[in-house]
Structures are given as structure tokens and as C-alpha cells.
């Protein structure tokens, strides 16, 4: 399985040990010496006016508590970033505050005018306009052009890393550009630009080695229009904004699910779902040793795209999968304790009460499924903060026959609950007979 991408924003209540953020120092100023070409350096000095770091500060004490980059887009003082590295301040307005530190030392207090949670964009205002300001262009570029991103790495001060654009994500829910350069924490919210210093795209996050992603310049345009003019607007409940914008975009993706067909893989007698997306992949791996007396096939899928809350909360993004087993002579009571032992296993592991979730709520009850008798439970729990908002988690398991038998579960996060219960039956009418 691909390991999850982490964003680009640098916190320091997570920060690194004195001596590894040394050799990541070392490492990143000899690379980007070694790497940079002429035309990066000129990039560099005709973009750097626009670019800066920003921070986001605990009232408290004065200190900061993450860190990414921004830049102008504007000379009347608009400015870029992304959603999550003011997510801190988004959540709770009343202990931070958004600032920016420019090349030259300065500070400036900067507001939010809009963001967008679901492409991770936000757009901010500071009051004294700007000197310099970037232009937007498109991201409409072939594969293997030359691109050049720029930000504030680990705190370490701005600096414009080379690379080049692969094209848009093919199996991405949330359009991202793929972009094959080294991004590091602190350098969310930066410009990535083509050869002409126009920005195609703004930095978001990285799987490592040279492969990290890119929001596209078109979702910034787009969210620029909409804060136009709104500079002295007042705030409102910005957990209302994220709510929306969370079921709308979760509303839409169902919607194409429940009237889409589904691809199926077969288990046994049984046609199981698939890839039933395109932002879905599914795994697979059989546990068949010599002398065992049980036969195991696991099949799992998951979206790899998921829309950040903040640090302690991901949500819409969906999983599900199937264990089938075989049995060559273990008896009967053995058998059924396994099959009991992963059943149970798939429930929610967190289901106690936080500040962000109610618990789990589980519901159970015996359901014909593809002519086999199924053992069937949901659990479902809500968003204290985003109360239309619900995780569901299916969990089932045949119970007629104790020569094979098939276990699952389904988990879907931060849908509507009506919209939510649709897609679970479909995905139970989905399993069906092998023809």
C-alpha cells in the first residue's frame, strides 16, 4: 500500500530533533545547490518579493505554532496559502493569530477572507497591500516540463526547488498535480511556477522522494473570484462554511457512486465490490501455508484522497474490505471462532466520546445477502462540531456454513447520514452470486 502523504506545513509542537533538523538543513542547502540551475536562480530573485512565510501564533504566548508559505496575488494585498496551515486558526479564531514574516524581517497581521477546505486553499488580506505580486497562469503544461516551487523549508528561510510537472493525479477524488520535486515542511501555501514565473499551482504535500503534489492554479483562481472585494467582510461561523463544503462535495461524490456500475472481484461464490471508483484501489493477498488447516484471502480497498480538519481530524475518505475463509479440516468449532474473532475485529477500535466525535451507535441484526445468511452491523457517530456531518462502518459476516466462510466491512467518513445509509445498502446489494 502507498504510505499516506503528509502535508507541507511545519509545526513546531512536532518539531524535529536539533540534530536531524541539522542534517535536513545540510541536506536541503547542498541538494539545492547541487540541483538549481541558472534559470531557477532567476526565478528566484524576480519571484522572492512575493513569497514569505506564514505563521500562525498562539495569543497565549506570543510564540508560533505552525508555519507555511504564501505569496501575492494581488498588489492590493491578497495573499495565498493553504487551507491547513491556518487550519489552527480556522478551528479556534480566538487563540491564534495569522501573521506573515517577509525577507526583509517584518511582520504583518494578515485575515482570512475564504477558503476552501476541500482543495486546501484559503485566501488571506493584509492591510498594506504589497510591492510585488505573482501572476496566475494555468496548469495546463505537457509532462516533463520544468517547474519551480518555492518556499520556507523547515523554518530555514525561502528557497525554490526544480522540478517537473507529471500531470493531474488519474485516480485523485480532489485534482492535484503531480509533481516530481522535493517539497518539505514549511513549504505549504508556496507558488509553484512554469519557466515564465507565472503560477501554475500552489504546494500542498508529499509522499517523499520526489514525488509530491500540487493544487491547481484553476481552484485558486476560482476561490480568488469569490473573495473579491469581501476585505473588510466580517468572518461569520467558519464551521458552518467547513460543514458545507464538506457535504456538498461528499453529496456529489455518493450521488456518482450510487448511480454508477460498480466494478465486482470474485470470492469464492461470491461476486464481492471492487474499484468501484476511480479515486479507490484495492489490494489483495492470500494466506495459503502448507499443513494449515484454513485458507485465508483478504481483499482491500481504500481512497487515498481524504480532506484535512485539522491535526486530530481527516475525514471523507472510504474503506472496505473482505476476508474469506476456507476451511481444510479444522472443526467446526474452531472454524466459527475465527470467523467470530474477525467479525469483531472490525468494528470501530475508537469509539469513545471526544471533543470531536460522539461515540459509535451500533445496530445489528441478521439480513439475506446473495441467497447466504449474513450476521450484519452499522455503527454510526457524529460530528460534535459539524453535526450534519456522520462516520458509518458496516461490519458483516456470513453465518450459514462452516466449510467457507466470507467477513467485511465498509467505512465511510463525513457524509450525510441519509446519504451515508444509501451508499451502504447499495454496497450490500452489490454482493452477489458468481454467474
Excluded at 506573515?100 to 488580506?125: M, P, Q, T, Y
Excluded at 481444510?328 to 466525535?357: C, K, L, W
Aim: glycine letters at 10%; one cysteine or more.
Amino acid at each position: 500500500m502507498i504510505p499516506p502523504r503528509f502535508f507541507c506545513r511545519y509545526s513546531f509542537r512536532k518539531a524535529v530533533r536539533r540534530g536531524l533538523l541539522a542534517l535536513a538543513a545540510w541536506s536541503l542547502l547542498t541538494g539545492a545547490a547541487t540541483a538549481l540551475t541558472d534559470e531557477g536562480a532567476r526565478l528566484f530573485e524576480q519571484s522572492r518579493k512575493s513569497v514569505f512565510q506564514i505563521r500562525v501564533v498562539d495569543q497565549a504566548t506570543g510564540e508560533k505554532s505552525t508555519a507555511g508559505s504564501g505569496f501575492f496575488i494581488s498588489t492590493d494585498g491578497y495573499v495565498v496559502t493553504n487551507y491547513h496551515v491556518i487550519s489552527d486558526y480556522v478551528m479556534k479564531p480566538g487563540q491564534y493569530q495569522i501573521k506573515s514574516l517577509d525577507e526583509n524581517g517584518s511582520f504583518a497581521n494578515l485575515k482570512l477572507i475564504s477558503f476552501d477546505v476541500v482543495h486546501d486553499l484559503a485566501v488571506l488580506w493584509d492591510e498594506k497591500g504589497a510591492g510585488a505580486s505573482l501572476k496566475l497562469g494555468h496548469s495546463q503544461l505537457a509532462k516533463g516540463e520544468r517547474i519551480f516551487s518555492m518556499g520556507n523549508p523547515y523554518d530555514l528561510g525561502m528557497s525554490i526547488i526544480e522540478g517537473t510537472f507529471n500531470g493531474l493525479m488519474e485516480k485523485s477524488m480532489y485534482r492535484k498535480i503531480l509533481f516530481s520535486g522535493s517539497l518539505n515542511p514549511g513549504m505549504s501555501g508556496g507558488p509553484a511556477l512554469n519557466r515564465q514565473g507565472e503560477v501554475i499551482g500552489v504546494n500542498v504535500s508529499t509522499m517523499g522522494n520526489d514525488v509530491s503534489f500540487l493544487v491547481p492554479v484553476e481552484f485558486l483562481k476560482d476561490l480568488y473570484q469569490e473573495a473579491g472585494g469581501q476585505a473588510g467582510a466580517p468572518q461569520g461561523n467558519l464551521e458552518a462554511v467547513i460543514e458545507q463544503q464538506v457535504l456538498a462535495q461528499q453529496d456529489q461524490f455518493i450521488e456518482s457512486l450510487l448511480g454508477s456500475s460498480w466494478d465486482h472481484v470474485g470470492m469464492g461464490d461470491i461476486l464481492i465490490p471492487g474499484e468501484i471508483a476511480v479515486p479507490i484501489k484495492c489490494w489483495s493477498k492470500t494466506e495459503d501455508k502448507d499443513k494449515e488447516l484454513m485458507v485465508k484471502v483478504r481483499t482491500a480497498c481504500s481512497s487515498e484522497d481524504a480532506i484535512y480538519i485539522n491535526e486530530q481530524v481527516t475525514t471523507a475518505d472510504y474503506s472496505y474490505w473482505f476476508l474469506q475463509h476456507t476451511n481444510r479440516g479444522m472443526n467446526t468449532f474452531r472454524f466459527y471462532n475465527h470467523i467470530v474473532e474477525d467479525y469483531g475485529s472490525a468494528f470501530p477500535f475508537q469509539n469513545h466520546e471526544d471533543e470531536f466525535f460522539t461515540k459509535f451507535q451500533c445496530r445489528d441484526d441478521f439480513v439475506d445477502i446473495a441467497g447466504r445468511r449474513w450476521k450484519a452491523a452499522l455503527c454510526v457517530r457524529q460530528y460534535k462540531r459539524f453535526r450534519r456531518l456522520f462516520d458509518l462502518n458496516l461490519v458483516l459476516s456470513t453465518v450459514d456454513k462452516f466449510d467457507r466462510g466470507l467477513t467485511g466491512a465498509f467505512t465511510v467518513k463525513g457524509v450525510g447520514k441519509e446519504a451515508g445509509q444509501r451508499l451502504i445498502r447499495k454496497f450490500m446489494e452489490e454482493i452477489r452470486w458468481q454467474k
